[in-house]
């Protein structure tokens, strides 16, 4: 079963940040969060990970809370082609467990 | 230059048959993997190699049989198949794990499978 609870579903207009949340209440010390998406009819694509600190990259930033038990994925200019499901995943070794994710619809 | 490819991108076939589904990486990979997206859209994995060494088999049916020849491919030979296989099987790969505990995988594009 999946370690992660996130919204079902979410809209953001076009060019605004989409904040996407996830609860993850019983990480443990030794994982990580892991974000992915799935845009429609393609192989789930990597966007960022972190363990304990703030982390950005050329897609997104993901802010962790200092107790680890939730994370936001910001998409800081959200286009159309952010439409996608998001997974918020934990994982702590090689085996990446995929939930129901948070379709996230763009629009402008 | 597709990191991680597929073939066939659909497949359909008769109940009972018995086909493969072939993925190759070229990002020099030591892991690879097969998931599963059923009609419900819950992607859950089926096997990990490591080196051509299984190393994740989840509860999958014996009909369903990972071949890895060498550590860049991983293959599908699904046996005797049936309509509840019917889904998109996703190839992934990843570096070995390394002293994080963990890396990042890379999906290869899908491949439909239905089962008629």
């Known amino acids: 079963d999946a370690k992660t609870t996130q919204p079902t579903s979410m809209d953001c207009a076009e060019g605004r940040a989409a904040n996407l949340p996830c609860n993850h209440s019983?990480?443990?010390?030794?994982?990580?969060v892991y974000w992915y998406r799935q845009i429609h009819s393609q192989g789930p694509q990597y966007i960022i990970h972190?363990?304990?600190n703030n982390e950005t990259n050329e897609m997104a930033s993901l802010i962790i809370t200092e107790d680890r038990k939730s994370s936001t994925l910001i998409l800081p200019h959200a286009t159309l082609r952010d439409t996608a499901v998001y997974y918020c995943?934990?994982?702590?070794?090689?085996?990446?467990?995929f939930g129901a994710g948070t379709i996230l619809r763009v629009k402008s | 230059d597709t990191a991680v490819s597929q073939t066939p991108k659909y497949l359909v076939t008769q109940m009972g048959n018995d086909k493969s589904i072939k993925c190759e990486q070229n990002?020099?990979?030591?892991?690879m993997y097969w998931y599963k997206q059923d009609s419900k859209k819950f992607l859950k994995i089926m096997f990990s190699?490591?080196?051509?060494?299984?190393?994740i088999n989840e509860t999958v049916p014996n009909r369903f049989s990972p071949k890895s020849p060498d550590k860049a491919h991983l293959n599908l030979h699904i046996n005797s198949l049936e309509l509840g296989d019917s889904a998109v099987y996703f190839c992934?790969?990843?570096?070995?794990?390394?002293?994080?505990?963990?890396?990042?995988?890379?999906f290869g594009p899908g491949t439909r499978l239905t089962v008629l």
């Open positions: 992934a790969s990843s570096q070995e794990i390394g002293a994080s505990g963990t890396d990042t995988q890379y």
């Open positions: 972190g363990l304990k």
């Open positions: 019983t990480i443990s010390g030794n994982e990580y």
């Open positions: 995943i934990v994982i702590g070794g090689n085996k990446l467990v």
């Open positions: 190699y490591n080196n051509k060494e299984l190393i």
């Open positions: 990002l020099g990979h030591d892991t």
